[in-house]
């Protein structure tokens, strides 16, 4: 068992936002996504974000508020939201005086698309995937 702690990792700054990439904890191909924390001081917002990879967040800490298409969603501590790729977002920390934290993991649509040909294959009888019928 590996842990990962986010008070000791390596922070960068967007803005104010503290970001914690999990690139540094030296996982290469172990993981089929890439991860990050990030941390929202109280009254800010992250600044608009959009990408190709689909993105699951998990508020660790405090209350999100997330703005996608002009609607606006507020995720409490233990819930999740999932972003579209292509998704433009922004999170927002309403509280006055608690830090918003999220979990993040992202990756590219294609790799869940190819993930999921891995697991249908290894649920079909050994017999039909080696004669390559569905």
Same mark, same amino acid.
């Given at each position: 068992?590996?842990?990962?702690?986010?008070?000791?990792?390596?922070?960068?700054?967007?803005?104010?936002?503290?970001?914690?990439?999990?690139?540094?904890?030296?996982?290469?191909?172990?993981?089929?996504?890439?991860?990050?924390?990030?941390?929202?001081?109280?009254?800010?917002?992250?600044?608009?974000?959009?990408? @190709?990879?689909?993105?699951?967040?998990?508020?660790?800490?405090?209350? #999100? $508020? =997330?703005?996608?298409?002009?609607?606006?969603? /507020? +995720? @409490?501590?233990?819930?999740?939201?999932?972003?579209?790729?292509?998704? #433009? $977002? =922004?999170?927002?920390?309403?509280?006055?005086? /608690? +830090?918003?934290?999220?979990?993040?993991?992202?990756?590219?649509?294609?790799? #869940?698309?190819?993930?999921?040909?891995?697991?249908?294959?290894?649920?079909?009888?050994?017999?039909?995937?080696?004669?390559?019928?569905?």
């Amino acid at each position: 068992m590996r842990t990962f702690e986010l008070v000791s990792g390596e922070s960068l700054f967007v803005n104010d936002l503290r970001v914690v990439r999990w690139e540094q904890y030296g996982l290469g191909a172990e993981l089929p996504f890439q991860a990050m924390w990030y941390s929202v001081p109280p009254g800010s917002e992250s600044p608009t974000d959009q990408h @190709p990879e689909l993105e699951l967040s998990i508020v660790v800490a405090g209350t #999100a $508020h =997330v703005l996608v298409g002009g609607e606006v969603r /507020e +995720v @409490p501590q233990g819930d999740a939201f999932l972003l579209g790729s292509e998704e #433009a $977002h =922004v999170v927002q920390n309403r509280s006055a005086d /608690e +830090v918003l934290t999220v979990f993040s993991a992202y990756w590219y649509p294609e790799a #869940a698309t190819a993930a999921a040909a891995v697991l249908a294959d290894r649920d079909r009888p050994a017999e039909t995937v080696a004669a390559g019928h569905d």
